[in-house]
């Protein structure tokens, strides 16, 4: 279905519905818009934890003994 077709069919629909069920729609609708607005603060940023890892095992790449059947 198209952005148009569905549009139309929302708008039909809304006609036939009572007042307190619109207003109730307006409301998810304008928290959804809430929502979406404050969603680009949440991403994180590239390096933001640099510095933190402070110790790595020096055999950290070798093979694993539960894997050797495997090999």
């Not at 039909?12 to 959804?32: S, W, Y």
């Not at 110790?55 to 894997?67: E, G, K, T, V």
Request: hydrophobic share 40%; no cysteine.
């Amino acid at each position: 279905m198209t952005i148009s077709k569905l549009k139309s069919k929302l708008q039909n629909d809304l006609k036939k519905l009572p007042l307190p069920v619109l207003q109730e729609i307006e409301a998810l609708v304008n928290q959804r818009l809430k929502a979406k607005q404050v969603s680009p603060n949440i991403y994180r940023k590239f390096g933001a934890l640099s510095g933190m890892l402070q110790h790595m095992s020096l055999d950290f790449n070798a093979p694993l003994d539960d894997f050797k059947d495997y090999q």
